[in-house]
C-alpha cells in the first residue's frame, strides 16, 4: 500500500479551504489523483491522528501552460478531497 | 517601563530600557493585523488571510517592524522620564525583541553638559583708545596717490624707485648661456623688453633693483647672481650666474598732485573732505576692531569663569570634522594640492580638534546665556543677514537661500545669529572701563 504522504500531497491552505470550511471542521487536501476515498481517509487519520467521518473528492483538469519557446503543454491534473472530521478533532494549520 | 541609566562619563550615559510585554503584545498584535491587511499569500487574495497565516508566513518582518515602531517611542519616553537632554544618540544596541516578551535595548546618548553660569553681567572689560594718528591718514592718502600714479616713457631719466625700466637681459652661468640650465624656465636665461618695476618685494631676480638703480636709457649693468642651494631649479641651485642688463627705456612714475582733482578722483569734493572721509574710515574701522576686542575679551573670560570639564565627545567630533572640511575646502580654492594638504594632515586634524573644542564650549555657554536672557532671533533678522551675505558673495539672495536650505544652512545660520546677539547683550550689559 502507498503510505499517507504518497496518498496525500498536502494541506491546501486557501481562502476558501480555511475561512469557509473552518467553522464546518473541514479540510482541503490535494491528493494523488490515482486515490480513493478509502484510501484518503486512512492516510489522513494515520497521518494527522484524526478521525475521519466523511470524504468528498473532484478531479481538476491542469491547466493548458506554454513554455517561452511556443511549446504547448499542460499541467498536471490533480485531485481535491474535501475531508470531514469528527466533532473536536482538529488539524493544526502549519 | 523600566528605565536604567548608566553615566559613561559626565556627558554620555547608557540607558538601558524594557518595555513591558504587555505593551510589545499590543504593539505586535497591531503589526500583524497591518500586515493581515495588505499581505499576498497564495491561495487568498490580497489582504484576505486570516491574522494567523499572515502571521506565520511574515513572522521575522512583523518581529522587526514592532522592534522599528517600539524602540524610537520608548526612547523618547525614557529620555522625558528621565529628563535628559539629548544632543547625540550615538548608538543603539542589544535590541532584544520576541513575541510575548518584553522589550530590551540599549541606547548610548551624549548629553548636554551641565554646568553652573557665572555671573555675566557686568564683565569689566578695559577699553583701549582709539585715534587715528595723523600719519595713519597720511599713509592711507599716500597709497591712494601710489594707486593713481601714472608711468610715461622718459629717456633722458635717471632711473629712480617706483620707476619701471624696460631692460634686455642675458644670463650667462659658467662661461654659458642660463637658458641651457634651465630651458624650461626660458625667462631666467634671457629676456627682450623686460619690465621691472624697481621697488623691493618684486624682485625677478635677486638684487635686480639695486643694480638698475641710477641707470639711464643705453647703459648696460652687470648682475651677479647666487642661486641659493635649495632653489626650485636643482641644475642652477648653488651656482653664480652674471647678467648683463641692457636698459631700453625707463618709463617714469609720475604721482598726482594731492591736490582738490586728485581728491576729486578718490570721490571727495576737496583735500580736507578727502581727509576727513579718511579719517572717519579709519575710525570707523578702529572702533569696529574694538569693540571686537572687546567681545573676545568677554568670551576669554566667560569661558575661563565657567567650569565646563567636559564636553559630549560627539558634538566635538562633528565640530572639528566641519572644520577639517572648511579648511580642505579653504585650501583647495587656493589651489594647493591634494598631497600636500595630505601631508599636513595630522597638523590639520589636531589643529581642528583644539579649536573645536574651543568652539563647542563657546557654543554651550553662549547658548545657556541665550537662554536665560530668551534671546530670540526673528525671520526679519534672517533675511537680514542673508542680504549681507548675498553681497559679499555676490550671488543672488535667492540662489543663496535655496542653498542654504538644501543643507540645513538656515538653522546654523538661526544659531549662530543668536549667539551673535547674545555676545552684543553682554557687550552692552558689561562694565567698560573707559580708557
Known amino acids: 500500500m502507498k503510505n499517507a504522504l504518497q496518498t496525500v500531497k498536502g494541506l491546501q491552505i486557501t481562502e476558501k479551504g480555511t475561512t469557509q470550511l473552518a467553522g464546518q471542521n473541514k479540510y482541503l487536501f490535494k491528493v494523488d489523483p490515482a486515490a480513493n476515498k478509502i484510501e484518503i481517509k486512512r492516510a489522513v487519520e494515520d497521518f494527522f491522528k484524526v478521525k475521519v467521518l466523511k470524504v468528498n473528492t473532484m478531479n481538476y483538469d491542469g491547466k493548458p501552460h506554454r513554455e517561452r519557446t511556443l511549446k504547448y503543454g499542460r499541467k498536471p491534473d490533480w485531485k481535491r478531497a474535501i475531508v470531514t472530521l469528527k466533532a473536536g478533532d482538529k488539524i493544526e494549520l502549519e | ?435
Open chain 2, 1 to 435: 517601563m523600566k528605565v536604567t541609566v548608566e553615566q559613561v562619563n559626565p556627558c554620555r550615559k547608557v540607558l538601558t530600557i524594557e518595555v513591558p510585554a504587555d505593551g510589545v503584545a499590543t504593539e505586535y498584535r497591531k503589526v500583524v493585523n497591518e500586515f493581515a491587511k495588505h499581505a499576498r499569500i497564495q491561495g487568498f487574495r490580497p489582504g484576505k488571510a486570516p491574522a494567523a497565516i499572515a502571521e506565520r508566513n511574515f513572522a521575522k518582518e512583523i518581529l522587526n517592524e514592532t522592534r522599528e515602531r517600539l524602540v524610537p517611542v520608548a526612547y523618547r519616553e525614557a529620555i522625558g522620564e528621565q529628563k535628559l537632554k539629548p544632543v547625540a544618540v550615538i548608538d543603539v544596541t542589544d535590541v532584544q525583541v520576541a513575541k510575548g516578551m518584553p522589550l530590551t535595548f540599549r541606547v548610548t546618548v551624549d548629553v548636554e553638559p551641565d554646568f553652573a553660569l557665572p555671573a555675566y553681567r557686568g564683565i569689566a572689560v578695559k577699553a583701549n583708545k582709539v585715534e587715528v594718528k595723523p600719519e595713519d591718514i597720511e599713509q592711507v592718502l599716500g597709497n591712494l596717490r601710489d594707486r593713481q600714479g601714472k608711468f610715461d616713457d622718459n629717456p633722458a631719466r635717471v632711473a629712480a624707485k617706483g620707476d619701471i625700466v624696460v631692460i634686455d637681459y642675458a644670463g650667462t652661468c659658467d662661461g654659458k648661456p642660463v637658458a641651457e640650465f634651465a630651458p624650461e624656465r626660458a625667462e631666467l636665461g634671457q629676456g627682450k623688453d623686460f619690465w621691472v618695476l624697481l621697488l623691493e618685494g618684486h624682485e625677478f631676480l635677486p638684487g635686480i633693483v639695486k643694480a638698475l638703480e641710477g641707470a639711464t636709457v643705453g647703459q648696460t649693468r652687470e648682475l651677479k647672481v647666487v642661486w641659493p642651494a635649495d632653489f626650485a631649479v636643482t641644475t642652477l641651485a648653488g651656482h653664480e650666474a652674471i647678467y648683463a642688463l641692457t636698459v631700453t627705456m625707463v618709463r617714469e612714475r609720475k604721482l598726482p598732485e594731492m591736490d582738490d582733482d586728485f581728491a576729486k578722483a578718490a570721490g571727495a569734493t576737496s583735500m580736507d573732505a578727502l581727509r576727513d572721509m579718511v579719517r572717519q574710515n579709519l575710525q570707523a574701522s578702529a572702533e569696529a576692531a574694538e569693540i571686537g576686542r572687546q567681545k573676545d575679551e568677554i568670551l576669554k573670560w566667560l569661558l575661563e569663569q565657567t567650569p565646563l570639564p567636559d564636553l559630549p565627545q560627539s558634538v566635538v567630533e562633528e565640530q572639528a570634522r566641519h572644520i577639517i572640511r572648511d579648511v580642505v575646502a579653504e585650501n583647495v580654492r587656493r589651489g594647493v594640492t591634494k598631497d600636500q594638504i595630505e601631508a599636513h594632515r595630522d597638523d590639520i586634524f589636531n589643529r581642528a580638534a583644539q579649536s573645536s573644542t574651543d568652539r563647542v564650549r563657546m557654543d554651550y555657554v553662549l547658548s545657556r546665556v541665550a537662554e536665560a536672557e530668551t534671546v530670540t532671533v526673528t525671520d526679519a533678522e534672517v533675511d537680514k543677514r542673508i542680504v549681507e551675505m548675498a553681497e559679499r558673495h555676490g550671488m543672488p539672495q535667492q540662489r543663496l537661500r535655496a542653498d542654504l536650505e538644501k543643507r540645513d544652512g538656515l538653522e546654523a545660520l538661526k544659531r549662530s545669529l543668536r549667539l551673535d546677539k547674545t555676545l552684543d547683550l553682554l557687550h552692552g550689559a558689561a562694565a567698560i572701563e573707559p580708557a
